[in-house]
Each structure stands twice: as structure tokens, then as C-alpha cells.
């Protein structure tokens, strides 16, 4: 299994000589998890001796949120990301990497050819002419992101051919406008499917809450792959309420939008910075070292070696954020 982010107590083990605190001394911003999570609402006694039931609400919140009803709903995206290959017989498959490794990982498993195609354009991508493309929007690792009408031009384009188009929108619910979750499925994008989460935006990682859109025929092979009850009751409950407010999803976009301003600002004289709504990630021959110099003082970030790349998640409070200013400000390469 690959390695991920939000490995605390490990990290917290390995190192222990260094920080004196226990785990709850350390900062995470391994992830790109909203620290603003949405608050937990009283759930439904019922959810937890009762199975979980398809009608109870949840696709018509989800529904209207993405504005989309060609959705499956799934234990977090990560389960369409490993299913969704075995859909397809093996063909050539294209990832814009860097990726959330995943991806690739899944379409290499499943015995798909797979062309990573670095730091590549989505022109180059399909030019490549393969018959699938795979990318993430916002792009995780880098936070990078293309322009919705881009990504369904090529959707388009892919059609022509006979291709599919496969967009992971996990963080791209600070920006709605920029998602093309509404056309996943739909008479404009027949082969796009799109993948979302509610483990970033609402920063509900541990319900494990994600869905897939996209053209019913294959909604429903996965469905059949996934079997019953692929969502426990509790976590339907909590993701409908999640889902269906618009107050709280208001006033969490405006937030993110200064806060991770604030930390691309931050990070800027280290190297070079990309961002999204909900992490940044910056480019330096130091990132290894960086890495290792904030971990001896508890705070965790995720390191891609493969990319010299460092990427950081939002701190949750001002208290966090000086904690991260003051590191960063005794930090030399």
C-alpha cells in the first residue's frame, strides 16, 4: 500500500528523541484537510441500530449540491479511485503527473498501460491519444488548476474518439465554478466521470463519505462491485446535513480563500509556490531537509522526493499559524 498523509501517531514515534510533547503536541499539516471543520450535528439514534437505507435523503443533497443526480455514493472517492479501472477493458491509460498516486497505482493493478506524462499540459495529454486520461482538479500534489472549460473541452474531444475522461475534483469545492461535476454523465460529457469528497472541503475524513458521477451504465457496475450498505447510517446522516448547508459552505469558502493566501504568502521566499483553497505546496531543492527540520520540532508536513516537492496544509488557528511563522522564520537551508 502507498503511503499517505495523516500518519501522526508514526510520526510522533519516529520522532519521539527530538520532541518532547506527546501527540497532541504536534501540528499536522500533512494533509489538505480543511482544519475548520464543519461541526458535527446531532445524529439520528436510529442510524446506528438500523442498516442503512438508499432513500433516507442523501442523494437529493448531494443532488443539489454538485447538480448532479447521476451520483453513487461511496465509503470516500479513494473507493472509486480503486474499482473505477476494472470497468474498462486494458487499454492505454494517460495520468498528468505529479498525481495523487492512487490513480496510476489503481490503472497499473487493474493490468492497464499506463503513460505518465510529467508536468504535461492537458493538450500534450491528449495528443498522447490514449484512450483514457486520468488527472485531479485542483491537482494534488501541486495545487495547480485548470480551467473548467478546458477539462470539458477535452472531455469533448475524448468522446470523438471513443475516449473517457476521468476527473478527481476531491478539492475543488472551495471554487464550484471551476468543477465539472454538473456535466459528468450528461448529454455535453457522456464519457466524463468526476470524483469528489467530503473529506477535504467539510473536513470529514473519518466518515469516509465520496461520490462518483457519471453515465449510469457505469455507476452501475460499480455499485454491483461495491455491494450493500457501502455507507454506514451515521455517516449518510452526518454527509446529508453536510450537504444541504449552504451557510456553512458560504462562509467556509471565504475563509479558505484568505487563509491559504496567507500561507502561499508564507512559504513564498523558501522556493517556488503553488496552491489551492486548501494547501501549498512549494518547489525546493531543500524539501527533504525542510521536512526533516519541522518534524524534530512536531510538525508534520508530507515530503515528495520523488518531485522535490514539500506540500503544507492549513494551520487551524492563530496560535498554529505563529507556530509555523516562527519555525519557518529560523529555518536555513
Not at 497499473?108 to 500534450?124: I, P
Request: charged letters at 15%.
Amino acid at each position: 500500500m502507498l503511503e499517505h498523509g495523516g500518519r501522526l501517531r508514526a510520526a510522533a514515534r519516529q520522532y519521539a528523541p527530538f520532541c518532547k510533547g506527546g501527540l497532541a503536541d504536534w501540528l499536522d499539516l500533512s494533509t489538505g484537510i480543511n482544519p475548520g471543520v464543519y461541526p458535527l450535528p446531532a445524529i439520528d439514534p436510529a442510524c446506528w441500530h438500523r442498516l442503512p437505507e438508499d432513500d433516507d435523503g442523501l442523494a437529493v443533497a448531494a443532488a443539489t449540491y454538485y447538480g448532479n443526480d447521476r451520483l453513487l455514493a461511496l465509503p470516500g472517492s479513494q473507493a472509486a479511485i480503486q474499482w473505477l479501472p476494472a470497468l474498462f477493458p486494458p487499454v492505454a491509460v494517460a495520468c498528468l503527473t505529479p498525481i495523487y498516486e492512487e490513480h496510476p497505482h489503481a490503472w497499473e493493478r487493474a493490468g492497464h498501460k499506463l503513460r505518465r506524462l510529467q508536468n504535461a499540459s492537458l493538450a500534450r495529454a491528449l495528443a498522447a491519444a490514449t484512450p483514457i486520461i486520468v488527472l485531479c482538479n485542483p491537482n494534488n500534489p501541486t495545487g495547480r488548476t485548470l480551467p473548467a472549460a478546458e477539462v470539458l473541452a477535452a472531455a469533448v474531444q475524448l468522446q470523438r474518439r471513443g475516449g473517457w475522461l476521468i476527473v478527481d475534483e476531491a478539492f475543488g469545492d472551495p471554487d464550484p465554478e471551476n468543477c465539472l461535476t454538473a456535466f459528468a454523465g450528461g448529454p455535453a460529457a457522456p464519457n466524463l466521470i468526476v470524483l469528489r469528497s467530503l473529506g477535504k472541503f467539510f473536513g470529514l475524513a473519518g466518515a469516509r463519505v465520496g461520490f462518483v458521477f457519471g453515465a449510469p451504465e457505469k455507476l452501475a457496475r460499480l455499485r454491483e462491485v461495491l455491494g450493500p450498505w457501502p455507507l454506514s447510517g451515521p455517516a449518510r446522516d452526518v454527509a446529508r446535513q453536510a450537504l444541504a448547508d449552504g451557510a456553512w459552505q458560504a462562509q467556509a469558502r471565504r475563509d479558505l480563500a484568505l487563509a491559504s493566501v496567507r500561507l502561499a504568502t508564507l512559504l513564498a521566499p523558501i522556493g517556488e509556490v503553488s496552491h489551492c483553497a486548501l494547501f501549498a505546496t512549494v518547489a525546493t531543492a531543500h524539501a527533504a531537509a525542510l521536512f526533516e527540520y519541522l518534524a524534530r520540532q512536531a510538525i508534520l508536513t508530507r515530503h515528495f522526493p520523488a518531485h522535490g516537492l514539500l506540500r503544507l496544509g492549513l494551520p487551524g488557528s492563530e496560535a498554529e499559524w505563529q507556530r509555523l511563522c516562527s519555525a519557518l522564520a529560523n529555518w536555513s537551508p
